[in-house]
């Protein structure tokens, strides 16, 4: 099936005001994405796609309220009818208007969540922590999986104690850096160097963890590491793969602030996807990317893997024709440690029982694909 990944961004409104917001310039304006424009935008996605996975993002999308998700959840079952499109949803929530009507809402029509929740760091930097822990406690009671997506704020986050915070809550999650866009521009900004040294002494310490949760950062890494698929927009080419639309009807390539330079246009002046990606905002991103992702091929050995990297970051901190600094810093010196560390686990013959679950999962995925073969305790429980 061909799949594209919508972040839908339904409203700028939010009932926090996170220090580091990359939102924080829009005022958070209650305002929401017409439905009928969101039913143009799904009949325009399904002349290109089969497959629509939908991100319900925002500021914080709850604040749209339940009454606009239901009726949204029949504009997406009226164009499944008439089309056959297989529409998927997720959303991704600071957590802390989640009731019991929201969980209801979730069950019954299959949404995957997503967590905004800095571990100790939240209460500093996002606040209501107890509001989010209620509600991610009231989302394992009823039995639906979520995930957490940590932001490291800055140099003094300690990511092995906020590691041990999430692993002694069972809580599975990602580390995000500080981007610089929003509320972000006036804080000091995570250093390259002190990060991936940081990822590389906790990654140390996950992967023998057997009693660990899934540290998303690490799994996207050790996946690259091991041969397995892009499962990360940062190391990809996302053109074509991903599409973004803002409560104004306006699209761009994703929900990131630095490509908003870059608009598509109108939902409404649009009739199917091949207008969209022809589009003058279109045509000067992915040329400037291109032009990027040339020097990086002719002058970087891990091209194969990060292809590039991300329009975004490019545009942040040099320029989207040009690499990017940190970012290329923290990548290469991770990718080369869990390359290693992986080399060595294979040289050594080391146990399956000594390792993280999310690491046997990967090597269970990914080497079975390669040799068609795994060991029996891997195989029986993964495979």
């Excluded at 929201?102 to 760091?121: A, L, M, N, P, T």
């Excluded at 390539?253 to 969209?276: A, H, L, W």
């Excluded at 400037?288 to 992702?293: A, D, E, I, N």
């Excluded at 399956?352 to 690491?359: F, G, H, I, K, W």
């Amino acid at each position: 099936m061909k799949k594209i990944e919508v972040i839908l961004k339904v409203t700028d409104a939010c009932n926090l005001r996170c220090k580091y917001c990359y939102n924080s310039e829009k005022a958070y304006v209650k305002n929401c994405l017409p439905l009928e424009q969101f039913e143009k935008f799904l009949n325009v996605l399904l002349t290109g796609y089969n497959l629509i996975h939908i991100i319900w993002h925002g500021g914080e999308p709850l604040c749209a309220g339940i009454d606009y998700f239901r009726k949204a959840m029949d504009v997406e079952r009226r164009v499944h009818i008439q089309s056959g499109v297989t529409i998927e949803n997720s959303i991704q929530t600071n957590g802390t208007l989640i009731n019991r009507e929201w969980i209801q809402f979730f069950k019954e029509h299959d949404f995957r969540v997503g967590i905004s929740f800095d571990g100790i760091e939240n209460e500093a930097y996002r606040g209501q922590t107890d509001k989010t822990l209620r509600a991610m406690d009231t989302l394992r009671a009823a039995g639906l999986r979520f995930g957490c997506n940590a932001v490291v704020s800055n140099d003094a986050y300690d990511l092995k104690a906020n590691y041990r915070f999430f692993k002694e809550k069972k809580i599975s999650f990602e580390f995000s850096p500080l981007l610089s866009e929003g509320g972000g521009k006036s804080m000091p900004s995570t250093g390259s160097v002190r990060y991936a040294q940081a990822l590389c002494d906790l990654f140390d310490e996950w992967i023998y963890d057997v009693d660990g949760v899934s540290v998303r950062t690490f799994s996207l890494y050790l996946n690259l590491a091991t041969g397995g698929r892009f499962r990360v927009c940062t190391c990809a080419s996302c053109h074509l793969k991903y599409l973004s639309i803002t409560p104004d009807g306006t699209v761009y390539n994703c929900g990131r602030d630095s490509v908003g330079k870059y608009p598509f246009g109108k939902i409404d002046d649009f009739e199917n996807t091949k207008q969209i990606f022809a589009s003058e905002g279109a045509k000067a991103l992915i040329g400037g990317s291109v032009l990027r992702r040339e020097k990086c091929k002719a002058s970087c050995e891990y091209f194969g893997v990060c292809a590039g990297g991300c329009a975004d970051i490019a545009i942040m901190e040099n320029g989207l024709e040009n690499m990017p600094t940190d970012f290329c810093h923290t990548f290469k010196t991770v990718y080369k440690h869990v390359s290693e560390t992986f080399a060595e686990l294979v040289k050594n013959n080391t146990p399956l029982s000594q390792l993280n679950p999310a690491v046997k999962a990967i090597l269970a995925k990914n080497m079975a694909k390669m040799t068609g073969t795994t060991e029996n305790d891997l195989a029986d429980t993964y495979v």
